[in-house]
């Protein structure tokens, strides 16, 4: 537990950056016993492991705690960056560059903590870091097995991200199922790690428990089941969290605790929520972070402070005002395709009390004959990240009907690349205007590979990725947006604007009004006669969160309220 003078520098460095690391080298912190607390999965997946460890993590901040939480992922790629969202859903990008799953949006969305690679490990990575070490003969003519080694590696990764940023708790969500053969491993590290640890380690098991409607009765049979089978690799969970959709009378609940081997105080049910965010308050007010702090022996401390987490439900349950987002993408029907973006509209629309309709609009069904029925009774437009040629006209068809119909706008990476080549095609008359990712014979390149891709083969992790500096112009505005002409956002992207063609669009009325101080590759570009029309080459909903919107995404949706009051006044 960080002494109580050290609470306030030890919330600023998990905010992580140049600024954090500083202050770390002027700090003596008192040396802690960090605790390790893992969460598995049964019965089946998609239960929700990442919203509990997100919770938890969150009534730990609150109470002051140091936290951090990571995600061992158990399949084979060494990151999801190439894999497809009808595959895994959004890829989501650290600030150090790192391309990972889409729970470490939940864990940064909850926390305000930013995460890196060390926060997400996949099975393909353990297994690389192990052959490469057996390649340079590490284990010294040993047959490597997984049993130490690969397990060794598991293990490793856990404890070095709890030494290396001296945590109270370190939070480790283990993918997959129990019973998955994909888990195997991972779940041997972790036994083996309790009995390292002794009681600075935990177990949380996140079971459901099905609602039979046909016999009005919940069964709890399946999370019997799935202890039995994490039992039988030797771990015995110290707290029960059963997801159901209907409320578990309590002498359910000290039966499963009875059959479980588990403390009746210790088995908490998930009830489904109108918003992952109550999920915090729904643990609180059973005492999960009571019972992790008095297993793990921690330090206590006061209440966690909620005051800020519970005026942002407020606004979200009481906000009686609507303003109606139109998302174009190709991945509209798949939920966690731009779950960023998705959340980001939702939390400053909250912060401007007001709730978000989002409409989701397949960019690849989209035509000139149907464009304006589907947008026309939208606020504002964004239009939506994403790779290759498929959807993308209709991206085009979009962006021209907002542009000449004055409607907010927001193009998110491939989305603003798309901005530059329909202004190209229908302001600038260059009509064969194309990036050379969709043609690489088009005679006006405006959106040209990046130089340092060019020499790239390899697929995975060789894009620009990571947080970099971006100089804002002065009065422009997302410089008003921001407060500020200096920012550093995520990117995730090969491809660039044409340096080329920057005074004749800016002649036209497209201004590159952000750049890369360093390399001058063009960031942001804005029309500053239309109410808002903002592309980033960057990804602005990365970093947004529940506490801290993104300042552009606040921006864009005031910037639709304004419009819908303007529509409702006539």
Known sequence: MACPDQKGAARFLQGGGTAAHAVLTQLTFQKVDTKYIFVTGGVVSSLGKGIISSSLARL??????????????????????????????????????HEADLDLGHYERFTDIRTSRANNVTTGRIYQTVIDKERRGDYLGKTVQIIPHITDEIKRNVKLLGKTGNYDFVITEIGGTVGDIESTPFLEAVRQLKWELGRDALFIHLTYVPYLKAAKELKTKPTQHSVKQ???????????????????????????????????????????????????????????????IRLTGADATPE????????????????????????????????????????????????????????????????????????????????????????????????????????????ICLGMQCMVIEFARNVLGLHDANSTEMDTKTPHNVIDLMEEQKSISNMGGTMRLGAYECSLRPGSRVAEAYGTTDIMERHRHRFEFNEDYRERFEQAGMQCVGENPGTGLVEVVEIPGKRWFIGTQYHPEYQSTVLHPNPLFLSFVKAAIDFSDEKQSK
């Open 60 to 97: 730990l901040l609150s109470r002051g705690y140091r936290v951090t939480i990571q995600k061992f992922d158990p399949y084979i790629n060494i990151d999801p960056g190439t894999l497809n969202p009808y595959e895994h859903g959004e890829c989501y990008v650290t600030a150090d560059g």
């Open 230 to 292: 994490l039992q039988s690799v030797g771990i015995q969970p110290d707290v029960l969290v059963l997801r159901t959709e209907k409320e578990i009378p309590p002498s359910m609940l000290r039966k499963v605790g009875q059959f479980c081997n588990v403390a009746p105080d210790a088995v908490i049910q998930s009830l489904d929520q109108p918003t992952i965010y109550q999920v915090p308050l729904g643990m609180h007010a059973q005492h999960l972070d009571d019972i992790v």
């Open 304 to 411: 966690p402070d909620l005051t800020r987490w519970n005026m942002f439900l407020h606004k979200l349950a009481n906000a009686d005002k609507v303003v109606n987002i139109g998302l174009v993408g190709k991945y509209v029907e798949l939920q966690d395709a731009y779950k960023s973006i998705n959340e980001s509209l939702m939390q400053a629309a909250t912060h401007l009390d007001h709730k978000v309709n989002i409409v989701y609009i397949h960019s690849e069904k989209l035509t000139e004959a149907d464009v304006a029925e589907k947008l026309g009774g939208m606020d504002g437009v964004v239009i939506a990240p994403g790779f290759g040629q498929r959807g993308i006209e209709g991206k085009f068809t979009a962006l021209r009907w907002c542009r000449e119909n004055d409607v907010p706008t927001f193009g």
